[in-house]
């Protein structure tokens, strides 16, 4: 599917990251039903486009979550699950840059667990 005049920064987002390499050890997690704080690559910085993007300060853009326990589920590769569209809500430090994020529907119950969501 084309989407014409779409701009959007995708996060994939895998919040156990035991299986995964060294360097990709993101601090990602929900501190409540509606609020995920998510850390950037390091070469992320405040001022560049991504940061701009993040931040809501680059026009048209929007910014959408998707989430995945692990990297694997019975050998292959686990699927991620649409959390919605994020709001910017703060963010702290530069190269990375730890940013909190408003959900717009609180992770159902059924997940909390899952994805280890605090409250």
Do not use: C, N
Not at 93 to 105: K, L, N, Y
């Amino acid at each position: 599917m084309v989407l014409k005049g779409v701009r959007a920064m995708i996060l994939l987002v895998t919040m156990d990251k035991g299986s995964m390499s060294v360097g990709s050890h993101y601090a990602d997690q929900f501190a409540s039903p509606t609020r995920f704080v998510w850390q950037t690559k390091t070469s992320t910085r405040r001022d560049d486009l991504r940061g701009r993007i993040i931040s809501g300060a680059e026009p048209g853009w929007t910014v959408h979550l998707f989430l995945r326990k692990s990297k694997l589920r019975d050998g292959r590769a686990a699927p991620f699950r649409y959390a919605g569209p994020v709001q910017f809500a703060g963010w702290e430090g530069d190269a990375p840059i730890s940013v909190q994020w408003d959900i717009a529907e609180p992770v159902p119950p059924q997940l909390r667990e899952l994805y280890g969501v605090q409250g």
